[in-house]
């Protein structure tokens, strides 16, 4: 069965069985409400499956605990593991709005025609959300495309494709 990733866990908190994650969804108190089940996922292997008992943020992580585990012993095992959902948890979107593995992978071109490269990360920075795109050319600094109107004008799934309208200072080649 399909997975998707939704966080990274990155380390222990405490002794009574929290981990640290990074989440890497923007749904995180739908995803993480209490109750909710989750698979935790090592080197494309399901280690287990687990519910949400809790999640409170702490600087800029959020801290989890599930109904299965109380103690620091039972998720050291996780540190570095991923939390994902099954396809099949995966809601409908509303027009314009993707999640991140959809995007992730998709060719970039300018509304000129120039091929830019391959969207290789999505950073969420407030706002909105920067779209790293890893060049195609040897040699060139990945370019940081901001997710907002006036650069983004179309982003086509089923051809994966993004084009973008390159203004003045988007892309540094001067190195």
């Known amino acids: 069965m399909t997975q998707y990733k939704i966080a990274r866990i990155v380390n222990t908190h ?13 749904f995180v108190d739908e ?19 687990v519910h949400v008992e809790s999640i409170i943020q702490h600087k800029g992580t959020y ?4 109904r299965e585990f109380n103690n620091i012993n039972q ?4 540190k570095d593991a991923w ?23 998709l060719d970039v071109i ?12 999505i950073l969420t920075l407030g706002s909105n959300d920067v779209w790293v795109v890893k060049r195609k050319e040897a040699g060139k600094k990945e370019a940081l495309i901001p997710y907002i109107e006036d650069v983004v004008k179309t982003v086509d799934l089923d051809k994966q494709l993004v ?6 200072g988007l892309i540094d080649d001067a190195n």
Request: without cysteine; hydrophobic residues 35%.
């Open 14 to 26: 405490g002794i009574k069985g929290q981990v640290k994650i990074i989440a890497e969804t923007d």
């Open 31 to 49: 995803r993480f409400k209490k109750g909710n089940q989750l698979n935790i996922v090592k080197d494309n292997q399901l280690m287990q499956v």
């Open 63 to 66: 801290l989890v605990s599930f």
């Open 75 to 78: 998720v050291e095992v996780f």
């Open 83 to 105: 939390l994902t959902i099954d396809k099949d948890q995966q809601e409908e979107l509303e027009d314009d709005s993707f999640y991140h593995h959809q995007i992730i992978g």
């Open 110 to 121: 300018t509304t000129e025609g120039l091929q830019l490269g391959k969207i290789k990360e």
């Open 163 to 168: 084009t973008i309208e390159l203004m003045e």
